[in-house]
């Protein structure tokens, strides 16, 4: 049985924001899964390591407490089908560790699929539906609103993994990712008030830029994004355990943000 591969949940009609939730599933179509070379074992290790769980719980809350329900993304299919947040060509630096839009190799820089991968049949299948419904959703709220605004949710290991290529910089509570072209500096400003309450907040690492559909990508400054990467430990049991008491707090700091993108409108 194929799992559905993505949700896009309506929100408010007058906001423009896009929560989306690229990494929380764990779910695999089962062709996918006979294609990768780990073991039940293995690869329910590299789910744990590799899934931002409970990040869509996260921006469920979010949505709940926000003064105006904002629009949510959701990936229902693991990122080991594919990654949506990646350049599916040689502009993905990640390719240089087996990590592009289709990854051949685990968080442990070992093999995840037979060598050499191609990547073609599921960029098509999944990566390309995926990344024109995102697109239609940004132009949505481009037409109700005049403007969107992705707020991409993620979380990342307190100490880093393997794979990472920016492994020395600082690791905060909250990461913001930005681009020099869609993060608008009050945009920024709007997210460090926010998750301020959360503990520190850094800028670019160790994860940096965020998500925007292609289709606007560098050419569009109505469509402004921001990257939210969260450290595991300030909200949930790692790798892969249950979700605490922090994620309550991160939801309400998530809903700020979210009314306050909003208000601006």
């Given at each position: ?57 996260l921006a469920e809350r979010a949505a709940e407490l926000a003064s105006v329900r904002p629009w949510r993304f959701v ?64 132009a949505g709220r481009l037409a109700a609103t005049g403007r969107a605004v992705v707020i991409d949710v993620h979380s ?13 910089g600082p690791r905060p509570a909250v990461c913001l990712g930005t681009d020099p072209f869609h993060t608008p500096p ?80």
């Amino acid at each position: 049985m194929t799992p559905r591969s993505f949700d896009l949940l309506p929100g408010g009609a007058a906001s423009p924001v896009l929560l989306h939730v690229p990494h929380a599933a764990r779910a695999l179509p089962d062709e996918v899964r006979a294609g990768l070379v780990l073991d039940d074992t293995a690869l329910a290790r590299e789910l744990d390591h590799l899934t931002d769980a409970h990040t869509d719980m996260l921006a469920e809350r979010a949505a709940e407490l926000a003064s105006v329900r904002p629009w949510r993304f959701v990936n229902r299919l693991s990122r080991l089908v594919v990654d949506p947040e990646r350049f599916p060509d040689e502009r993905e630096e990640m390719l240089a560790v087996g990590m592009g839009a289709v990854y051949t190799r685990t968080t442990r820089r070992e093999p995840l699929r037979p060598e050499p991968a191609d990547a073609g049949p599921l960029v098509e299948r999944y990566f390309r539906p995926y990344a024109e419904a995102m697109t239609r959703a940004a132009a949505g709220r481009l037409a109700a609103t005049g403007r969107a605004v992705v707020i991409d949710v993620h979380s990342y290991p307190t100490k880093p993994l393997p794979y990472e290529l920016h492994q020395d910089g600082p690791r905060p509570a909250v990461c913001l990712g930005t681009d020099p072209f869609h993060t608008p500096p009050e945009l920024t400003g709007a997210a460090r008030a926010a998750f301020a309450r959360c503990g520190d907040v850094g800028l670019d690492s160790p994860f940096s830029g965020t998500y925007v559909p292609l289709a606007h990508y560098g050419v569009d400054r109505r469509v402004s994004a921001l990257m939210v990467e969260i450290r595991r430990d300030t909200y949930m049991t790692e790798p892969g355990g249950p979700a605490g008491p922090g994620l309550e707090q991160l939801a309400d700091a998530l809903a700020e943000l979210v009314d306050t993108v909003s208000g601006g409108a």
